[in-house]
């Protein structure tokens, strides 16, 4: 039996309670608790094999529909409807299944390949075998820059640190102790005695005692609530599902009044039949489930270009459809890693330090933080990489900074530093004699100097705090041991103070731009962290996401409404931007109550931290450089170069793809419609029906669909991110598109009925008036596709060549057709034959009134009150 709160346990009680002791277990009953407790690793889902993406291709409304349109012509045995219903199916899948493979093996090479290793002590004897054999009871050993591979309670720790941001949101480095003994109740963040599954020693070296592997610890915990969280369905597919509904419902009552006049009119069962199948061809847009696949997949090939990895094609549109993003802070927007923003020296106002700096009183400074120092600065690949401790880190880059050209020699004695003691020393040997030099908290450094102004330093040390900083002194002094002793505090006496240094985590330099693009697109974004809530409003002051403290909520009192209710906690979390001291299950928590609020969320993150909101959210959004496999495997899109602002560039893109979509359900659906206006009309004046299924399949998919799928490629118009986000409930048939559809139905409709009518009228043959109608209807497509490219802009505004792929294709799609009119066979089942040039100029010339009719709609809806005015969307943040 594990021990439950081993954080409560001296370090013998726990050692007693796992069965162990200061020999660690004997190799046996090593082996004997692996078959017990199982291996130590998480459970990884399985990548879905080629046939099971295939298969998911169809598992779409729209496909189900086609699916019964297929069914009903091969139980009438119309084998050409069939064969080109299956047909686009297949080419669906297809475009479908080869972006989703290549999208998985792209996420699949950004996970690690090195197997974890871990150094265990086992019958008094050091093993260093694989992680995942580690068992509850061994006595692991951790040293700096070591990944923990299991949780712990320490037995021992000498100046260990731990980054524990992956999990707690914590940018800087915990101090761990193996002597305390904690309350059951404590914080994960402050179970001081304890180090866990994934963080890593930053400094010291330490011994401990495992007490969960796999998916008992903290890491695990959260895994399995990943686990057991079912994502919500992408904006995407919940717009075209009610789509897809409103469609087979108008399909199914067309069908049945069409049905009802026909039956009426003494038609046979047969002729009614074939007839609600040429209704269901020309109302169900057949091209749109290849088109939109295209559109999604131009999408993911532009967001790639722009280090934006999706692994589900549907991703691409749901962060465009986004209207709230919930932001880690630490790795996210801010660097991870410490920096000195600034430095206080004695009777000077704060400021920041420039390169190159060659003040004297500053280099003095710097020289005493380069000697005080564990860690080191080395060179590779022509950058500079920090090995060991952050703040020892950035206390060399302020010395590079400052222009310390003196490089420390080795200490001749040191005082690692302790928590305990809170403060380092290192006597070192420079060109001005022996000379010691001491960092750590200011009034503990202050007690060692003389002639310091011990009150206006706690004043500024004070003053620098609450602008979010971490504060250290630095001071210097001479000192010369004799034979035989050794440095310790009570030889720190006298020493000159030289000034305090301010660090912070620093913000990603193109954060706050991409925040001001976040604030300019209608997007709410708000920072997620475990920080301290003076820190994080410090950060979000710096990239202008937040002010006043009232903006700012801490994970305890997100727990105190969360007791009261969903209700309050809604209240609670709709007017805070910035979110402190947040544990993983309250992330969790802010997501949800977002999406309680009516926001379609994205989240972004790297650590185990945000896992289960990553999950929750409507797209999440993971660190691919340095974020963890657990997150990366979680969301939906991954970031490759770890940036904040390939976020909005990801936005952007989701805008034009989903603009793209709409363009494409405009071109099919309008022609559709008309379609459908050109039967009821014939139907209405008793005449034959002017085409017949085959000849609205040719339409739909291979004319209209050369040029939808072009119009998948459509650039963007170059206003994605001055509009408000589309809101959540919007519907894809909203007042314009509804507009722009009953125009051009009733546009198409009625001149091409009025076209056939008359040449039957004129004694034309049923099947010379089909083939002028079926090549009228062409041309009505083509006007329409170039229709297609704005909602707002004029054709005349937009340069053809801007999409060379629509131009073409457009004119492809023409040529195609007339190119069936003089091939053999393929002319016989289309029911086509040439035309004369004088009557193809004719429909041309006829088919432009269409051009012309759009080109009116758009100048009205530009002078209409409302067209410019902004959808509402959240006030309250960026």
């Given at each position: ?14 050692l007693?309670?796992l ?6 277990l ?9 078959e017990r407790?199982g291996?130590?690793?998480?459970p ?7 046939g099971a993406v295939?298969?998911r291709?169809f ?5 189900y529909v ?14 050409s409807d069939?064969g ?5 199916l297949?080419?669906n ?8 493979y ?12 090195v ?7 086992r019958?008094?004897t ?7 054999e580690?068992?509850?009871g061994?006595?692991l ?5 070591a990944k ?6 320490l ?8 980054d524990e941001s992956l999990?707690?949101?914590?940018s ?5 102790t193996?002597?305390a ?7 994960l ?6 180090a866990?599954a994934g963080?890593?020693?930053t400094?010291g070296?330490?011994?401990?005692v495992?007490v969960?592997?796999g998916?008992?610890?903290a890491l695990?915990?959260i895994?399995?609530?990943?686990l057991?969280t079912?994502?919500p369905?992408?904006p ?16 199914g009552?067309?069908a049945?009044g069409v049905?009802a ?15 609600a ?6 109302a ?8 939109l696949?295209v559109a999604?997949a131009v ?13 589900r094609l ?17 790795g ?6 410490l ?5 206080q020296?004695?009777?000077?106002p704060?400021r920041?330090v ?10 003095r ?8 120092n ?11 990489v920090?090995i ?21 020699p080795p ?9 305990e ?12 004699g022996?000379?010691v030099s001491?960092?750590?908290a200011?009034?503990?450094?202050l007690?060692?100097?003389?002639g310091?102004?011990?009150d ?9 705090a609450?602008?979010?900083y971490?504060?250290l002194?630095?001071?210097?002094g001479?000192?010369?041991?004799g034979?035989g002793?050794?440095?310790s505090?009570?030889?720190l ?8 240094v301010?660090?912070?985590d620093?913000?990603?330099p193109e ?6 693009d ?8 708000s ?6 809530p ?16 009232a ?22 979390i709709a ?14 928590a ?9 926001h ?12 289960p ?8 959004v993971?660190m691919g450089?340095?974020?963890t496999?657990?997150?990366?495997e ?10 904040f602002?390939?976020i909005?560039a ?6 034009i793809a989903?603009?793209?979509v709409?363009?494409?359900i ?8 008309a379609e ?10 008793g ?6 299924a ?10 209209n669909g050369?040029?939808?799928v072009?119009?998948a490629?459509?650039?963007?118009e170059?206003?994605?991110l ?6 959540p ?6 007042r314009p598109m ?9 546009v198409?409709g009625?001149?091409a ?5 008359v ?5 034309h043959a049923l099947e ?5 109608v079926?090549l009228?209807m062409v041309?009505f497509e083509?006007?329409?596709?170039f229709?297609?490219r ?33 091939t053999?066979?393929l002319?016989?089942v289309?029911g ?6 004088g009557?193809?100029?004719e429909?041309l010339?006829?088919?432009l ?10 100048r009205?809806?530009?002078?209409r009150?409302?067209a410019?005015?902004?959808r ?6 960026p």
């Amino acid at each position: 039996m594990l021990p439950r709160h081993p954080h409560a346990l001296s370090a013998d009680e726990a050692l007693r309670a796992l069965g162990s002791d200061a020999r660690g277990l004997d190799p046996g009953e090593a082996a004997a608790r692996l078959e017990r407790f199982g291996r130590n690793a998480l459970p990884r889902p399985l990548a879905p094999g080629l046939g099971a993406v295939f298969l998911r291709q169809f598992r779409s409304p729209l496909i189900y529909v086609l699916l019964a349109a297929a069914l009903v012509s091969l139980l009438l045995r119309d084998w050409s409807d069939a064969g080109f219903i299956f047909a686009v199916l297949l080419v669906n899948a297809a475009i479908g299944t080869y972006q989703e493979y290549s999208a998985e093996r792209s996420a699949e090479a950004l996970r690690s390949l090195v197997t974890p290793r871990a150094r265990v002590e086992r019958g008094g004897t050091v093993h260093e075998l694989n992680a995942e054999e580690v068992v509850p009871g061994d006595l692991l050993m951790v040293e700096s820059g070591a990944k923990l591979a299991a949780d712990v309670r320490l037995i021992a720790a000498h100046n260990l640190a731990l980054d524990e941001s992956l999990l707690t949101g914590e940018s800087l480095p915990v101090a761990k102790t193996a002597a305390a003994v904690l309350e059951p109740e404590a914080m994960l963040s402050e179970r001081l005695n304890m180090a866990f599954a994934g963080t890593i020693a930053t400094s010291g070296r330490a011994r401990g005692v495992v007490v969960a592997t796999g998916l008992d610890t903290a890491l695990g915990r959260i895994a399995a609530s990943v686990l057991e969280t079912a994502p919500p369905k992408p904006p995407l597919i919940v717009r075209m599902e009610r789509f897809t509904n409103a469609i087979a419902l108008a399909v199914g009552v067309a069908a049945l009044g069409v049905a009802a006049v026909a039956l009426a009119r003494g038609a046979t069962l047969a002729e009614v039949f074939l007839l609600a199948v040429a209704l269901a061809v020309s109302a169900i847009p057949e091209g749109l489930p290849v088109a939109l696949t295209v559109a999604l997949a131009v999408g993911t090939r532009r967001m790639a270009r722009r280090n934006v990895i999706v692994r589900r094609l549907v991703a691409v549109e749901a962060l465009g459809s986004c209207t709230a993003i919930a932001s880690d802070k630490t790795g996210t927007l801010t660097r991870n890693e410490l920096a000195v923003r600034r430095v206080q020296l004695p009777g000077e106002p704060a400021r920041e330090v420039a390169e190159g700096g060659s003040e004297p009183r500053l280099q003095r400074l710097a020289r005493a933080a380069a000697a005080a120092n564990e860690a080191m600065l080395v060179e590779r690949d022509g950058r500079w990489v920090g090995i060991g401790d952050k703040v020892d880190i950035a206390l060399l880059v302020l010395a590079r900074k400052a222009g310390v050209g003196e490089v420390p020699p080795p200490p001749l004695a040191a005082i690692p530093y302790e928590p305990e003691l809170r403060f380092a020393a290192s006597l070192n040997r420079f060109a001005d004699g022996e000379r010691v030099s001491v960092k750590g908290a200011v009034q503990t450094v202050l007690e060692m100097c003389a002639g310091a102004d011990a009150d206006a330093i706690g004043a500024q040390e004070r003053a620098l705090a609450a602008e979010g900083y971490r504060v250290l002194a630095l001071a210097e002094g001479p000192l010369a041991l004799g034979e035989g002793e050794t440095l310790s505090r009570e030889r720190l006496r006298g020493l000159e103070f030289l000034g305090m240094v301010a660090m912070s985590d620093p913000p990603r330099p193109e954060a706050r731009a991409a925040l001001e693009d976040c604030r300019r697109a209608g997007i709410a974004v708000s920072m997620l962290t475990g920080d301290h809530p003076v820190t994080a409003l410090a950060v979000a002051r710096e990239l202008g996401l937040a002010r006043e403290p009232a903006e700012v909520v801490t994970g305890a009192e997100i727990a105190q409404a969360a007791a009261e209710g969903e209700r309050a906690l809604d209240q609670l979390i709709a007017g805070a931007r910035v979110f402190a001291r947040i544990e993983p299950q309250q992330k969790l928590a802010i997501v949800q109550s977002m999406q309680r609020n009516g926001h379609f969320v994205a989240v972004t993150g790297d650590g185990v931290n945000d896992a289960p909101a990553l999950r929750a959210a409507q797209v999440g959004v993971a660190m691919g450089a340095s974020g963890t496999d657990v997150a990366r495997e979680t969301a939906e899109i991954v970031l490759a170069d770890d940036n904040f602002a390939s976020i909005v560039a990801g936005v952007e893109e989701g805008r034009i793809a989903y603009g793209n979509v709409r363009k494409v359900i405009f071109l099919l659906v309008s022609t559709g419609a008309a379609e459908i206006v050109l039967f009821v009309l014939a139907l209405a004046a008793g005449v034959p029906l002017p085409l017949v299924a085959v000849q609205l399949l040719w339409l739909n998919l291979v004319t209209n669909g050369i040029q939808d799928v072009a119009l998948a490629f459509e650039p963007a118009e170059g206003s994605e991110l001055d509009r408000p986000p589309r809101a959540p409930r919007e519907r894809i048939f909203d007042r314009p598109m509804i507009e722009r559809v009953g125009l051009s139905a009733l546009v198409i409709g009625a001149l091409a009925f009025a076209a056939y009518y008359v040449l039957l009228a004129r004694g034309h043959a049923l099947e010379d008036a089909r083939n002028a109608v079926l090549l009228l209807m062409v041309l009505f497509e083509n006007v329409q596709a170039f229709n297609s490219r704005s909602e707002t802009l004029s054709v005349f505004r937009h340069d053809p060549m801007r999409n060379k792929l629509l131009f073409f294709g457009t004119i492809a799609a023409q040529l195609v057709h007339i190119g069936a009119m003089y091939t053999p066979g393929l002319a016989g089942v289309l029911g086509v034959r040439p035309v004369s040039f004088g009557l193809w100029l004719e429909l041309l010339a006829l088919a432009l009134v269409m051009l012309a009719a759009m080109e009116a709609h758009k100048r009205l809806r530009r002078r209409r009150p409302d067209a410019a005015r902004p959808r509402k969307t959240d006030p309250g943040g960026p």
